[in-house]
């Protein structure tokens, strides 16, 4: 798409996709990351490249899952309270011991957790049905419950050449001890994309020029840093590009500045208005319009493309609409499922959970809605509660949200206590199951 700046979306007829029809076509055709070794104490939220193998048996051997004593079970088969088995204790072994010395019909050895089981015994008595030694070298087993029990086999854990991690799976806090039993103090991780993210608009004021703000002379530049935080925690390098006004060299130089980024998101001039340049700049650059708008409320004016670049890239290019609940509603849904595969993981959706209705919620049929809503997880099963008014410009309900709502396009909205399907984000993740849901007061 090129041309003169307004000559050719002045004309553009909107595509109104469904959201299902549009995460395929942002997401197909995704190139597979490269690869780079990361310190894996460095890497948690990174993806893995490359799929990994044992190269060590762990357990390397079987080993006590109890402080206690290794015994024949054959030896305590009747062993109780009233009727004790006594044994000799011919030995002590701790975790870093090697265990050599058989144990005969008889004996016991005095044996710590994770220290090596003895050669013939195949029980540990754990310490606590016995009477710890009151007779020196001696033990009164006083139960049979761990006949057979409390050893851990060897290999249980992972085998020479068991494949332990796939490529794609994102690292978090169990795969750090899971790397480092696998030896690793580093891994090759998928390389993090760079997102260049563009504010746009006159009206909109940074912190340092808040005054504005207060006397009502300008709006708060809220969603550019909020989704720098999105595009982190998305597991990508964000790169705020700060505000470009209204005015078609401010917006197109600033596109220029980003063209080394792997992914570009604009926010604001996403509909067809007088002052809506975005577009009209990206139709200069050549730009290739894949589709625009799509039947999501809020966020419809959702655009998405490529800009050629040098050396035939193509770079991929989201237009978001400008309220902050639309920027935040179209990242979640369609932004961060491209960036995620992007950066080489696996999963690339949000995690839905099955919630009940607290109340009515309005959401005429013919969009898909995406409420904002606070979830109680002390009710079976959780509910969920609107964190307040529903408007596009708002973003204190943002905050207040564990996840989005999502009201199918051919429901006419939800019912007191009706089943509905609640998208979790960053904060439902979080904040655990049992928090009581709140309202803006």
């Not at 762990?58 to 004790?84: E, K, Q, T």
């Not at 975790?95 to 050895?109: I, M, N, W």
């Not at 799976?169 to 030896?183: F, K, P, Q, R």
């Not at 008014?389 to 009706?418: F, H, K, N, Y």
């Amino acid at each position: 798409m090129s041309g003169e700046a307004g000559s050719d979306f002045e004309v553009l007829e909107p595509d109104w996709l469904d959201a299902r029809q549009a995460q395929i076509r942002i997401l197909s055709g995704i190139p597979t990351p490269s690869a780079e070794e990361v310190p894996t104490l460095e890497a948690v939220g990174r993806a893995i490249a490359h799929d990994l193998a044992a190269t060590a048996t762990l357990p390397a051997r079987d080993n006590s899952a109890m402080d206690g004593y290794a015994v024949h079970g054959r030896d305590i088969a009747a062993a109780s309270a009233a009727n004790p088995v006594r044994l000799q204790v011919t030995g002590r072994l701790a975790a870093e011991d090697q265990a050599e010395a058989l144990v005969e019909p008889g004996t016991a050895v005095r044996i710590m957790t994770g220290a090596p089981v003895p050669p013939g015994a195949d029980s540990v008595v754990r310490v606590e049905d016995t009477d710890a030694e009151e007779e020196p070298g001696f033990v009164q087993v006083l139960g049979n419950r761990d006949r057979g029990r409390n050893i851990r086999p060897a290999g249980e854990d992972m085998r020479v050449g068991d494949a332990v991690l796939r490529a794609g799976e994102s690292i978090h806090t169990g795969t750090v001890g899971v790397l480092y039993a696998l030896g690793m103090a580093t891994v090759p991780c998928a390389r993090r994309p760079t997102v260049a993210i563009l504010s746009t608009g006159h009206e909109l004021r940074p912190p340092e020029r808040y005054d504005d703000v207060r006397s009502g002379a300008g709006t708060p530049e809220s969603n550019g840093p909020m989704l720098a935080a999105a595009v982190s925690e998305a597991g990508c390098l964000p790169r705020y590009l700060g505000i470009a006004g209204d005015d078609v060299k401010d917006i197109r130089a600033h596109l220029e500045d980003a063209s080394d980024a792997d992914v570009i998101i604009t926010l604001g001039g996403a509909s067809m208005g007088e002052a809506d340049l975005v577009k009209r700049v990206l139709a200069q650059m050549s730009f290739e319009l894949d589709f625009w708008r799509v039947r999501v409320r809020p966020g419809s004016p959702i655009s998405f493309g490529h800009l050629p670049r040098t050396g035939g890239a193509l770079q991929p290019v989201f237009g978001l609409p400008g309220n902050p609940a639309s920027a935040f509603v179209t990242f979640e849904l369609f932004v961060r499922p491209f960036l995620r595969l992007l950066a080489g993981h696996e999963r690339a959706h949000r995690p839905l959970v099955r919630c009940v209705a607290g109340e009515a919620l309005h959401a005429p049929s013919g969009l898909l809605h995406a409420l904002r809503v606070r979830i109680d997880g002390t009710t079976s099963p959780p509910t969920a509660l609107p964190t307040g008014p529903q408007g596009s410009g708002l973003v204190r309900s943002m905050s207040l949200a564990d996840g989005l709502a999502l009201i199918p396009e051919d429901a006419d909205g939800a019912t007191a206590g009706q089943v509905i399907d609640v998208m979790l984000t960053s904060a439902g993740l979080n904040a655990g199951d049992s928090r009581p849901p709140s309202r803006p007061t």
